[in-house]
Antibody, heavy 120, light 113 residues
Framework: QLQLQESGPGLVKPSETLSLTCTVSGGSITSSTYDWGWIRQPPGKGLEWIGS???????DYRASLNSRITVIADTSKNQFSLKLTSVTAADTAVYYC????????????WGQGMLVIVSS | DIVMTQSPDSLAVSLGERATVNCKSS????????????LSWYQHKPGQPPKLLFYWASTRESGVPDRFSGSGSETDFTLTISSLQAEDVAVYYC?????????FGQGTKLEIK
């Protein structure tokens, strides 16, 4: 059974870099044509896809974050990571990592989510 | 960018009654190459990750009760719960998988009347 688990600091200061890691168990991040994504939910708001990395290594990012976001994979650890630079309070959210079968597929597997608060 | 708009924002339905959530995309999410609508529905309960209910607009995910149904094509889609159960209280989201950014609707909060 595929499992995903987010980890990282739950509190980040404004202007600093938010770094989260998603550890995958029960499957390899290099397998097939999978797409590994990050979705966030600000408090009281809806879901927002922010970026994905495919098993090939190619990436897609939300354009409004394009200059601040990086998603990378560490195949040796079976993990993928999110880095979001120059954060503000607007980046406070529950961050989910998730997997889908392809870039046009639905997100079938999700981590439990992790709240990250941006505050001094 | 494709904008997804759901209606209503919230909905209160009596147990055993029908609940209907609508989702409209700002442009078609139908692929003419394979005739698939790249539209998914998720159920989201507090403290849990979203749960996939439907993909390709009307294909039910394994394990989803058949009181749930999905329909629609191109730009207009509907999620229907034929007989509301207490465990169906949640926020429901549509999402387009047609192209990035893979946008979600704003969500519809479903409650018991």
């Amino acid at each position: 059974q595929l499992q995903l688990q987010e980890s990282g600091p739950g509190l980040v200061k404004p202007s600093e870099t938010l770094s989260l890691t998603c550890t995958v168990s029960g499957g390899s991040i290099t397998s097939s044509t999978y797409d590994w994504g990050w979705i966030r939910q600000p408090p009281g708001k809806g879901l927002e896809w922010i970026g994905s990395i495919q098993s090939s290594g190619s990436t897609d990012y939300r354009a409004s974050l394009n200059s601040r976001i990086t998603v990378i994979a560490d195949t040796s650890k079976n993990q993928f990571s999110l880095k979001l630079t120059s954060v503000t309070a607007a980046d406070t959210a529950v961050y989910y990592c998730a997997r889908r079968g392809c870039s046009r597929c639905p997100f079938r597997y999700w981590g439990q989510g992790m709240l990250v608060i941006v505050s001094s | 960018d494709i904008v997804m708009t759901q209606s209503p924002d919230s909905l209160a339905v009596s147990l055993g009654e029908r609940a209907t959530v609508n989702c409209k995309s700002s442009q078609s999410v139908l692929s003419t190459s394979n005739n698939k609508n790249y539209l998914s529905w998720y159920q989201h309960k507090p403290g849990q990750p979203p749960k996939l209910l439907f993909y390709w607009a009307s294909t039910r995910e394994s394990g989803v009760p058949d009181r749930f149904s999905g329909s629609g094509s191109e730009t207009d889609f509907t999620l229907t719960i034929s007989s509301l159960q207490a465990e169906d209280v949640a926020v429901y989201y549509c999402q387009q998988n047609f192209g990035p950014p893979y946008s979600f609707g704003q969500g519809t909060k479903l409650e018991i009347k």
